[in-house]
């Protein structure tokens, strides 16, 4: 069984830019959910994707988007970069009658300067 | 606003101690409410989780205790190994909606041999 693999692990944008985070579900899992997880912080759910289609979102402007694809892969896109947006960027792969029930990748560690 | 309160921000405890880390919530509507395990460097794992109908779940060394009418539950290590030092979070999310999962701000516990 092949786990939640993310891409790239770490990256350096800088202010304004744009960029691209990638991951491939856990093999079974059709439903992917975004985390964004601050130094010292818990994370926050950021949306997800079920079907290819965005299902649910959280607290996150509309310069954050996504996209799932037919082998319920994902996208993260991040428009505009700001320094607040340092962060690790957690994908979690799950059933969709899994309640809370994720499965994490081990992170995409975005530095904004 | 948070919705899932933690404590202790962080905690040592000796080998063969037993670790307690507390959690309240809110949000009436959360009926599923899983633990996390965080090591540095790793997206984080499920470690335990509970539904509301049971006031104790047992898991090996990790038990959640939960009361539904304080809304207030709680992991307990028995007999803490230096291999449980990691960052744990608690959390909680309503399964009959899509699967957003709020996650508590996260324990660093410590275990010294």
């Known amino acids: 069984e092949t786990g939640v693999t993310q891409s790239p692990t770490h990256l350096i944008k800088t202010r304004g830019q744009q960029v691209t985070l990638r991951c491939s579900s856990q093999?079974?899992?059709?439903?992917v959910s975004w985390y964004q997880q601050a130094l010292g912080q818990g994370p926050q759910f950021i949306f997800q994707?079920?079907?290819?289609?965005?299902?649910g979102r959280g607290n996150f402007p509309p310069r954050f988007s996504g996209l799932q694809f037919p082998n319920y892969s994902s996208e993260l896109n991040v428009n505009a970069l700001e320094l607040d947006d340092s962060a690790l960027y957690l994908c979690?792969?799950?059933?969709?009658?899994?309640?809370?029930?994720?499965?994490f990748g081990e992170g995409s560690r975005l530095t904004v300067l | 606003q948070q919705q899932v309160k933690q404590s202790p921000q962080s905690l040592i405890v000796q080998k063969g101690g037993i670790s307690i880390i507390n959690c309240a919530y809110e949000?009436?509507?959360?009926?599923?409410f899983p633990w996390y395990q965080q090591f540095p460097g790793k997206g984080p794992a499920l470690l335990i989780a509970?539904?509301?109908?049971?006031s104790e779940k047992k898991e090996g060394r990790f038990t959640i205790s939960f009361n539904k009418s304080a809304k207030q539950f709680s992991l307990h290590i028995m007999d803490s190994q230096p291999g449980d030092s990691a960052t744990y979070f608690c959390a909680a999310a309503n399964s009959g909606g899509y699967q957003k999962v709020t996650f508590g701000t996260g324990t660093k516990l410590q275990v010294i041999p």
């Open positions: 994707y079920y079907r290819e289609e965005e299902n």
């Open positions: 509970i539904r509301p109908d049971v």
């Open positions: 979690a792969s799950s059933h969709s009658g899994g309640a809370g029930e994720l499965f």
């Open positions: 093999s079974g899992h059709n439903t």
């Open positions: 949000n009436t509507a959360f009926d599923y």
